[in-house]
C-alpha cells in the first residue's frame, strides 16, 4: 500500500524486522568520490548504488562570486538536510494514516567565511532554519506533532542538534 508516496507496506515490514533483530537497524552509510583536475569541469564526484543501478553527483567548489557549473557542497547539505526532514514528516503521516495534499521544505543557513580566510574565528554557521509549508486531511495540531516527531527522529535534524564524534583521517599516498 502506499500512501503520500510512500510505501507503507515496506515501512512496517522493516519495522518488524528491525524489532525481531535489532542488529538489521544498525548499518554504516558511506560515500566515496574524488576530485576532479579538468580544468572548467565539475570539481568532485560520486557515483552512489541505486534501485536500478548507479546514480552520479557532481559538485563545484563555492563560487564566491556567483553559482559554478554544478551545486556547491553546501547545496548538497541543505539538500540533505531539507529531504531527511521531509522524508520522515512525510512517512510518519503515512503511518499515521494522514494524507497529505502538498509539502513544501525550505533550509536557509546563516553562514560566515571570515574564519575560512583566516579573518577571524567567528562560526562558520550561525543557524539553520527550516521551515515546512504542508496541506492535507490533518488537524493542526496532527501536522504540528509530526513537525516535532521528525525533528526529534530525522537524521537531518539530529546532526545539526547534536554533536557528533569525528575521527579524521589522512593516507598519503605515494
Known amino acids: 500500500m502506499s500512501l503520500n508516496n510512500i510505501d507503507t507496506k515496506q515501512v512496517k515490514e522493516y519495522k518488524k524486522e528491525i524489532q525481531a533483530d535489532p542488529k538489521q537497524a544498525k548499518f554504516t552509510a558511506r560515500i566515496e568520490g574524488d576530485w576532479l583536475f579538468e580544468d572548467g569541469g565539475p570539481q568532485f564526484r560520486?557515483?552512489?548504488?541505486?534501485?536500478?543501478?548507479?546514480?552520479?553527483?557532481?559538485?563545484?567548489?563555492?563560487?564566491?562570486?556567483?553559482?559554478?557549473?554544478?551545486?556547491?557542497?553546501?547545496?548538497?547539505?541543505?539538500?540533505?538536510?531539507?529531504?531527511?526532514?521531509?522524508?520522515?514528516?512525510?512517512?510518519?503521516?503515512?503511518?499515521?494514516?494522514?494524507?497529505?495534499?502538498?509539502?513544501?521544505?525550505?533550509?536557509?543557513?546563516?553562514?560566515?567565511?571570515?574564519?575560512?580566510?583566516?579573518?577571524?574565528?567567528s562560526p562558520l554557521v550561525n543557524e539553520y532554519r527550516i521551515i515546512i509549508e504542508v496541506s492535507g486531511d490533518a488537524t493542526d495540531a496532527q501536522l504540528n506533532d509530526l513537525?516535532?516527531?521528525?525533528?526529534?527522529?530525522?537524521?537531518?535534524?539530529?546532526?545539526?542538534?547534536?554533536?557528533?564524534?569525528?575521527?579524521?583521517?589522512?593516507k598519503i599516498l605515494r
Not at 512525510?90 to 494524507?99: D, G, K, L
Request: glycine share 8%; net charge positive; charged share 20%.
Open 46 to 121: 560520486s557515483t552512489v548504488k541505486v534501485k536500478d543501478g548507479t546514480y552520479t553527483m557532481e559538485a563545484s567548489h563555492p563560487n564566491f562570486a556567483g553559482p559554478g557549473i554544478r551545486p556547491g557542497p553546501m547545496a548538497f547539505g541543505l539538500f540533505w538536510f531539507a529531504a531527511c526532514y521531509t522524508s520522515t514528516y512525510v512517512t510518519e503521516a503515512a503511518m499515521r494514516n494522514i494524507q497529505l495534499k502538498s509539502v513544501k521544505t525550505k533550509v536557509e543557513a546563516d553562514l560566515d567565511y571570515t574564519t575560512q580566510f583566516d579573518l577571524g574565528d
Open 147 to 170: 513537525k516535532e516527531y521528525a525533528l526529534k527522529r530525522c537524521m537531518g535534524m539530529f546532526t545539526i542538534t547534536h554533536a557528533i564524534r569525528l575521527r579524521p583521517e589522512l
